[in-house]
């Protein structure tokens, strides 16, 4: 109990005098990044495939958000590390007259590390990243639920982003859009996503 306090105290103390020091440093070299947006994902995993050609058709109703959290560190105006998780949802529901609903629910859960480059100064941005992550599946059919692992992968995305006021000191909004590649079970999950962010810097 007390090794449990102790830890606790240094991980507040830590926030506490760590990150507000660093958001006051004179470049304020670290940001805070928050958004959220909606994507159009291909399956290339064979379970997911095999689940969405046999229980839920192309009238299923359907809806996907993605939601991110991550921070970065400049080295200069024009280039920085981008350091981060994402978090996936897409749901499925399938209910034709007379027989039971069927839902598929699918949480991702993915991390990145990578780097964006300013050209112009003028707000614009590039990026990749490395990205490792997993999901969980979980079904309701015929009334019966259960649910299924992924197996743990690898692979990259390529950003465009545009900061609306030039990634200023405090908040600024952004808008972007990305292409994700991940290998999955006998194939690739390519993920086209659009989200909006709140930058704090």
């Known amino acids: 109990m007390k090794t449990t306090f102790f830890k606790i ?32 994902i291909f399956y290339g ?12 058709p192309s009238e299923s109703t359907r809806f996907v958000m993605q939601g991110e959290v991550g921070t970065s560190f400049f080295l200069d105006e024009y280039i920085a590390f981008d350091l981060g998780s994402i978090l996936g949802f897409d749901w499925f529901k399938y209910a034709p007259e007379g027989t039971y609903k069927n839902s598929m629910f699918l949480l991702s859960y993915d991390f990145f590390l990578g780097c964006r480059i300013y050209p112009f100064l003028e707000g614009f941005c590039f990026g990749i990243d490395y990205i490792t992550g997993g999901y969980h599946n979980f079904f309701m059919l015929q009334a019966v639920k259960s649910n299924l692992i992924g197996d743990w992968s690898n692979g990259f ?28 079970n006998g ?7 659009v989200y909006a962010r709140a930058q704090l810097r």
């Open 9 to 40: 105290l240094v991980a507040v103390t830590f926030a506490f005098l760590f990150i507000p020091s660093a958001f006051a440093m004179q470049n304020h070299p670290f940001t805070l990044q928050l958004s959220l947006g909606t994507s159009a």
């Open 157 to 184: 995305r390529i950003v465009a982003e545009y900061n609306v006021l030039n990634n200023r000191i405090g908040w600024s909004p952004a808008f972007g859009i990305y292409w994700q590649n991940m290998a999955r």
């Open 187 to 193: 194939g690739w999950d390519n993920t086209v996503s």
């Open 45 to 56: 995993d064979q379970a997911v495939k095999l689940q969405r050609e046999t229980n839920f």
